[in-house]
């Protein structure tokens, strides 16, 4: 059953990141060359010789891009379908469909929502290369302790459930997340290098298109796996059911 429900995630994935593709060589692609052609800018502005272009833009954008996105998101469909295999039924009596929706949305505010409102996604020509693998590792920690807190929270509501009620832990718990995620990210400190002079609009519109692509991808996975994964489970109770009749 894992086996089938892991092929299900896979294909989930790949079907989400064709979507993620398209919308990512449609909309965050030009942000990008807007961003290159700034840095080349300022580089030939202070006198500084460009490197060579080892990777052409066209390959970045095209075959670069794709190979890149259909890999995670393959890779976070299996993840996704391998979590969905170890909650259905265990935690909820959500129908698959519901189960794929709920893990899809927990998933998207821990892994993408959360880390991004403290570190946010920057464009080519943001942030400076001395010290990107602190920033590296501040933002990987910060999707660390926010899946922490969500696994934590779950465990709270299931808790208080017997006491106040499934929705109402739910609400007393998400409150806990909530909090404790504020006092995280007021506590790590805070990356400002955006040059001064740089377009505040091409930092937003690339920020916005960089959390777009995360929501189709999550939004993808969870409806298209739910549909897969409800049919699978639907046809093997069916095959139980039926099973007596044969003996």
Known sequence: MVGNLLLRGMLAGLIAGILVFAFAHTFGEPLVDQAIAFE????QAAGEVGEPEIVTRATQAGIGLFTGVMAYSIAVGGLF??????VQGRFSNL????????IAVAAFVAVV???NIKYP???????NPDTIGARTELFFLMIVVSIAALVAAI???RRLAPRFGSWNGAIIAGLCYIVFIGIVQYLLPPINEVPENYSAMVLWNFRTTSIGMHVILWAAIGLVFGALANRKLAAGAGRHVRAPAFR
Do not use: I
């Open 40 to 43: 080349e800018a300022a580089a």
């Open 81 to 86: 379908a391998l979590v969905f295999a170890f």
């Open 95 to 102: 129908s698959a469909r519901g189960t794929s929706a709920v």
């Open 113 to 115: 929502l959360v880390p």
């Open 121 to 127: 996604a920057n464009p080519p020509a943001v942030g």
């Open 155 to 157: 465990a709270v509501a």
